[in-house]
């Protein structure tokens, strides 16, 4: 039967919902705070150069191409992406670097002036047994409602639990990787992967050492025309599949009638007008913590799962950088010398060490027009914790000097001196922009064996027709797991009203 559904929020996993369910028939609407589709997908054009300002590595693409073959298109016709050869380029403090290829025999012979033989085919068994493990535990936490009694009575559910003692939740990442790899290089690596959804690696279970499978084994993708080109080519689907959309439109409150949901109270954040939209069916793509806190200020909150532990956030510096590197790739990584410490800091003091892990994304390597002739545009991203007060603007200005001495000493150049662009991205600004609660990135972060059980379900087990997609609910982070919970809405969706 045809109902209207309407959708809170128009980023990934909202307009990935939007397409789903107009695909199955019913009328769409989505309400979107910002001018933009996207959420925390955007972009940032500026004196000739474009950046990504948000997500910047692109894994499991054909999660964005079911949604256009679902639709009877050619994803191929609206959305292209090229396979990355060098997926990311590592640099140590003591000028020990490798880079990470997509053929092994090309990422072994790199890694030969950090490992020996032995301890680079222990990485290779552990890049294995990521695949193992993802492939036992997709079908069940990722692919999945966890919250339905119906999906554990499958073979791939059951296969997943006889194995999960093969999986390795009571070790923590590092330590595991420690014991299997030894070589401190080649764990710093691995361990790098917990930030991939905002977690420490001497915390989270080693389950999630699987992380590397999806950029290493399965490979990493640029998207033609950058990251942005994900939510605008999905919206321009969704509009062609009849979903309507309105910007600038903030969803103020979620009515309920008895037990179901009833309507949205919506602001339009141009006229100021409030008006309310009759739905039995609302898809809530904003984060969980600030949906029960603002839209549903009248219900009781699950607060257990509410006052987890957030992921980390970012501090994000855009340059427009006079000049070229030819020993950076799309994807950077400079690791900080204590790695341990780092993590300590994040998530105790809730401030970034004076040694951060840089990430420098470069677009510009793949898409020469997104910077001036001669010229990169640099996304430079350290992990800082979510936002709980703290004078942002002072750890902007230090996190900035500590930057620029250690791209000093490593590239061996004064970087301050090639910036003719910057703008600047923290926590309070990312809340702001998408009203994700602390600014955090990924929801709540995994550092807790049971974080899979402890993230927010995908529907409302008190409010009948309430449902929640994206990052802060199950299951997790990061565009490919929003996309799996867009699914997850449209199947519970047509459980529940057929
Ligand atoms: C700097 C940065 C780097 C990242 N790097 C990566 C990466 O490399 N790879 C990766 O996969 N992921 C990365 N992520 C994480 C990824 O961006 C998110 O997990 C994902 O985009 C979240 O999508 P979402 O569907 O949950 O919605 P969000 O992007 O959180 O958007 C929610 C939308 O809902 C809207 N909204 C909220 N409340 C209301 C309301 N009341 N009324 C109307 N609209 C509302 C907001 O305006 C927003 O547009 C990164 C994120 C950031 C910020």
Request: a positive charge; proline letters at 4%; hydrophobic letters at 35%.
């Amino acid at each position: 039967m045809i109902k209207t559904v309407t959708i809170v929020g128009a980023g990934i996993a909202g307009i990935a919902s939007a397409i789903r369910l107009a695909k199955l028939g019913h009328q769409v609407h989505v309400f979107e705070s910002a001018s933009h589709p996207g959420g925390k997908l955007r972009q940032i054009e500026e004196k000739g150069y474009r950046f990504d300002a948000g997500p910047s590595l692109f894994t499991l693409p054909n999660l964005v191409d079911e949604l256009f073959t679902l639709c009877n298109q050619n994803p191929q016709d609206h959305f292209q992406y090229q396979t990355l050869e060098d997926i990311c380029h590592y640099f140590y403090e003591d000028g020990k670097q490798f880079v990470a290829y997509k053929s092994w025999d090309k990422f072994s012979d790199s890694l030969t002036e950090i490992a020996s033989k032995n301890e680079i085919a222990s990485l290779k068994k552990q890049l294995q047994k990521a695949a193992f493990r993802y492939n036992i535990t997709a079908p069940v936490f990722l692919d999945q409602c966890l919250h339905r009694f119906k999906n554990y009575l499958n073979f791939k559910t059951l296969k997943g639990i006889l194995n999960s003692g093969k999986l390795n939740v009571f070790e923590s990442m590092d330590k595991e990787n420690r014991k299997l790899i030894g070589n401190p290089y080649l764990v710093q690596y691995m361990n790098r992967f917990a930030t991939y959804n905002g977690s420490d690696p001497y915390r989270a279970p080693a389950l999630l050492n699987m992380i590397p499978h999806l950029e290493q084994n399965l490979g990493s993708y640029f998207p033609k025309g950058g990251m942005y080109n994900i939510p605008k080519s999905l919206h321009k689907l969704a509009y062609s599949m009849g979903v309507q959309f309105y910007f600038q439109h903030t969803v103020e409150e979620i009515v309920t009638e008895g037990k179901n949901v009833s309507s949205v109270r919506v602001r339009n954040l141009k006229t100021h007008e409030v008006f309310e939209r009759r739905s039995n069916i609302v898809v809530c793509n904003a984060d969980v913590y600030n949906t029960y806190k603002f839209l549903l200020p009248k219900h009781k909150s699950p607060e257990k799962i509410l006052s987890q532990e957030r992921s980390t956030s970012a501090l994000v510096f855009y340059w427009g950088i006079k000049g070229s590197f030819a020993e950076l790739g799309l994807h950077n990584i400079l690791f900080s010398d204590d790695y341990k410490s780092e993590f300590q800091q994040l998530f105790q003091t809730g401030e970034p060490t004076n040694d951060p892990t840089i990430y420098i994304n470069i677009s510009s390597k793949c898409e020469p027009s997104d910077a001036p002739q001669g010229c990169e545009n640099w996304f430079v991203m350290i992990n800082v914790p979510s936002n709980s007060g703290q004078n942002w603007n002072e750890i902007a200005a230090k996190a900035k000097v500590n930057i620029l001495q250690k791209l000093q000493r490593i590239l061996k150049k004064d970087i301050s001196q090639l910036i003719e662009f910057e703008d600047v991205l923290d926590p309070i600004k990312i809340e702001q922009r998408t009203s994700s609660h602390g600014g955090s990135l990924y929801g709540t972060s995994s550092n807790n064996r049971f974080a899979a059980f402890l993230r927010h379900k995908n529907f409302s087990s008190s409010i009948k027709g309430l449902y929640f997609c994206g990052g802060s609910v199950h299951p997790g982070g990061g565009i490919p797991l929003c996309l799996n919970s867009a699914k997850i809405v449209s199947q519970l969706i047509t459980e529940d009203f057929g």
